[in-house]
Structures are given as structure tokens and as C-alpha cells.
């Protein structure tokens, strides 16, 4: 299992310029890639990275996907309108997105996709898309099994504390006999309690990817937006036994140089934990098999 990075930045896209540099931790909104077995592509949520994702793939002639939607706030939905496979013949696109408490009847992503392309927001609306689409919900607790031939990812939700709701995903899969798995945790605000259901959700995984977009100074006027900092995260790292932290979802203002300096920081306060941690950057590519 081979986890890519499109997308590392929350809120907005944040192009590189001379005053704030991203070129090393990425400009582009949410969105990663999961390649596994065979020649098998999960792509979890569709952020503005999608669109240079979208690119490459259709390159590569790739005419099936499977997205995993985590919620339907705008920077993880953004890049789906510029995705190029979706206006061709030929491709086939399964998604798989939450039933959040309390939302309204019909599939919350199928509804957000549509209206994003509807005018007056967007000129090709989603029926002009020329893919063939096929859409399933998800509960908190819920499997989800996915399968290709011999291969195959288990997949299981718990609800995170968000604003309109959002879920983290386990994914389970197995190479050379022995299982590897991954949690991602973007749009997630810990709570003061542990074990809650991410703690309970990523014990023991291989891989811990969560929302630290704040510093603690910073948190501190925004508590219930929604987001964490690099210390929350490995609280519940450490709560979860995880085995290693990447945190991502970074915020629009901080720059390469903000980053960085906040990763040597919080690596030197992380060394008693036990647990290696880091920052995810965009193009970054995480093999979760084990050697053969």
C-alpha cells in the first residue's frame, strides 16, 4: 500500500509567492492517494490537488477510480470540478462518502458535487461530465469492504468533532502475509477525553494522519473551528498506540519556513513519546508495505 500526497493545505489553496513560500509543504487543499493491490486506486477526498492528480492519471490512461469523501466542506471538494478523467467516455468513478448525523435526505456528496458545478458557481455542471458514476453512504462504525480480484482493503469509519460533521477513515489491507494500516483524520478537533472514537478507531495502526493546523497560540482564539495542533494530535497518537504521526491540513498563512521550523520543534518535544512523527508534504509518497 503506497499512500501519495496531492493535497496538504486546509482552508484554501495557497500558492507559492516570494512573501510565503509552499513550494516544500504544498499550496494545494486536501487530497491523497492510496495505490494497492495490483494496479487498484483510492483516492480519499478532492481537494485542489486533484486537478494535477487528475492530470497524471489520465495520462497514464487510468480509467477507473474509487473516492472515499471524508465531509463536504469546500477545500475538500474543490478540485473535482477540473478533474479530467470525469469528462471522458470510458471511466467509471464509485464514491464513497459519509451519512453524517442530522443530514438531509438524498447522498450529501452527490448533492455538494452537483451544486459546486450548478450556476452561478460553475459553467460545465455535473450532468456534462461524461463518467460513469456510481454513489454509496457510510455510517460511523460501519464496514466497507473493497475488493480486486485477490485483493482487498477493509475500510471503517468513527465520527470526528467538526463543524457540519466529518469522518476518519481506518484502511486495512494486507501484502506478504501481514497487515498494514493507515487512519486519516483531516477536519478534527480531539476532544479533552480519551479514548474517544479516533483513539479507539486507529489503535495499533501502522500510520496516524491528522488535522494539526493550528500552533497552540493560535488555537487558543479558535477552539471549536473544527482543528487541531501537532500536540492534540500526538496526544492521541500516544492514547491510540499508533506507530508513527504525519500531520497535514496545514494553514493557509504558514509558510515552508513556518513549517519546517514547526516540525524540528514538535519533533524534539515528540522524542518521549516513542512515536515518530512529521510533516506530510505535497508529492510525498509513504510505501506501508513491508520488505520482501
Excluded at 122 to 145: N, V, W, Y
Excluded at 221 to 250: D, K, M, N
Amino acid at each position: 500500500m503506497k499512500i501519495h500526497f496531492w493535497g496538504t493545505r486546509g482552508s484554501i489553496p495557497s500558492p507559492s509567492t516570494a512573501a510565503t513560500p509552499t513550494h516544500e509543504f504544498g499550496g494545494d487543499t486536501t487530497c491523497l492517494s492510496l495505490a494497492w493491490g495490483k494496479d487498484n486506486l483510492l483516492v480519499i477526498d478532492a481537494g485542489s490537488g486533484l486537478r494535477q492528480a487528475g492530470l497524471n492519471w489520465a495520462r497514464e490512461g487510468r480509467t477507473s477510480f474509487t473516492f472515499l469523501f471524508t465531509h463536504s466542506h469546500w477545500d475538500h471538494l474543490q478540485g473535482f470540478p477540473f478533474f479530467t478523467p470525469a469528462f471522458q467516455d470510458g471511466v467509471t468513478i464509485t464514491i464513497y462518502s459519509p451519512r453524517l448525523p442530522g443530514a438531509h435526505a438524498g447522498n450529501l456528496i452527490e448533492r455538494s458535487l452537483h451544486a459546486q458545478q450548478s450556476e452561478p458557481f460553475f459553467p460545465a455542471g455535473f450532468p456534462q461530465l461524461r463518467a460513469r458514476f456510481t454513489f454509496h453512504e457510510i455510517q460511523p462504525d460501519q464496514d466497507c469492504k473493497l475488493t480486486s480480484g485477490p485483493d482487498s482493503l477493509q475500510i471503517r469509519a468513527a465520527s470526528l468533532p467538526h463543524p457540519g460533521g466529518c469522518l476518519a477513515y481506518r484502511i486495512e489491507g494486507a501484502t506478504v502475509g501481514k497487515a498494514r494500516s493507515f487512519v486519516f483524520a483531516t477536519d478534527h478537533e480531539p476532544p479533552a477525553s480519551s479514548p474517544n472514537p479516533l483513539t479507539r478507531l486507529a489503535q495499533d495502526t501502522d500510520l496516524l494522519i491528522s488535522d494539526g493546523q493550528y500552533t497552540a497560540a493560535e488555537y487558543k482564539s479558535r477552539v471549536g473551528w473544527g482543528h487541531g495542533t501537532p500536540e492534540l494530535c500526538l496526544r492521541e497518537a500516544v492514547a491510540a498506540r499508533a506507530r508513527r504521526l504525519l500531520i497535514t491540513h496545514f494553514d493557509p498563512t504558514h509558510s515552508d519556513t513556518t513549517l519546517a521550523g514547526l516540525e524540528t520543534e514538535f519533533q524534539k518535544s515528540a522524542q518521549s513519546s516513542g512515536i515518530p512523527v512529521g510533516f506530510a508534504r505535497q508529492g510525498q509518497t509513504i510505501d506501508l508495505d513491508p520488505p520482501r
